[in-house]
């Protein structure tokens, strides 16, 4: 399996752009998670969700951010305007089950200027 | 909620043993996860500890003790290559059927020859 895929790995944008953050879940996991990373506040959990359904978005900062699971293999992750404040490493990790591992993606990292 | 709270930095001696502490404040507490994670890389899983003591894993060991509300990783015959962040993580429920899982700021281990 090629583990968990995102996309892209980079991102330079400039303040008040839509950016896109895109997943791919490892086949046959059930849930998918997004998380944001940064120096001050450490691995952060946005949104997540179950069987394409999302279960729990009380971490997802403002309406600026939104996050959709159309099917079991593709997820993504919008901001919209984007702020310099968005700047972060987004990850995305799935798992096969509600409490086991959880497997990340190699990350997308954000720059907004 | 969770809180889980070590150490922000470590340095040990290549070949030697280092111990990562973890202590956690929760409200339903089900275990403790250790994540690794290299400069510039994503979170990859080491262990986890559903029950009190210690699981062994390799090098790696992990212990956790419920009613200290404490648990810890233990690295031996150090490498340079364990030079990474070590998080500590606790999955939680809010009662609502979502889950959620904590994660400690991280610890920064730095192994010199």
């Known amino acids: 399996d090629a583990g968990v895929i995102q996309s892209p790995r980079h991102e330079v944008t400039e303040m008040g752009q839509e950016v896109t953050l895109r997943c791919k879940p490892i086949?046959?996991?059930?849930?998918l998670f997004w998380y944001r990373q940064t120096m001050m506040r450490g691995l952060e959990l946005l949104i997540y969700?179950?069987?394409?359904?999302?279960?729990?978005d009380s971490g997802m900062p403002e309406d600026r951010f939104s996050a959709k699971m159309p099917n079991a293999s593709f997820s993504n992750l919008k901001i919209q305007p984007s702020e310099p404040r968005d700047s972060a490493v987004y990850f995305c990790?799935?798992?096969?089950?509600?409490?086991?591992?959880?497997?990340f993606g190699p990350g997308t990292r954000l720059l907004v200027l | 909620g969770q809180s889980l709270e070590q150490p922000s930095e470590v340095t040990a001696v290549e070949g030697a043993i280092v111990q990562i502490n973890c202590t956690y404040q929760t409200s339903g507490f089900y275990g403790l996860s250790w994540y690794q994670q290299h400069d510039g890389g994503a979170p990859t899983f080491l262990s986890y500890n559903a029950l009190d003591g210690l699981e062994e894993t390799g090098r790696f060991s992990s212990f956790l003790s419920r009613s200290d509300s404490y648990g810890y990783l233990l690295l031996q015959e150090l490498q340079m290559k364990d030079s990474a962040s070590y998080f500590c993580?606790?999955?939680?429920?809010?009662?609502?059927?979502?889950?959620?899982?904590?994660f400690g700021k991280g610890t920064k281990l730095s192994v010199i020859p």
């Open positions: 990790a799935s798992s096969p089950g509600q409490q086991e591992t959880q497997y």
């Open positions: 993580a606790a999955p939680s429920s809010s009662g609502a059927g979502s889950y959620q899982l904590t």
């Open positions: 086949s046959g996991h059930d849930y």
């Open positions: 969700f179950n069987n394409n359904v999302p279960i729990d």
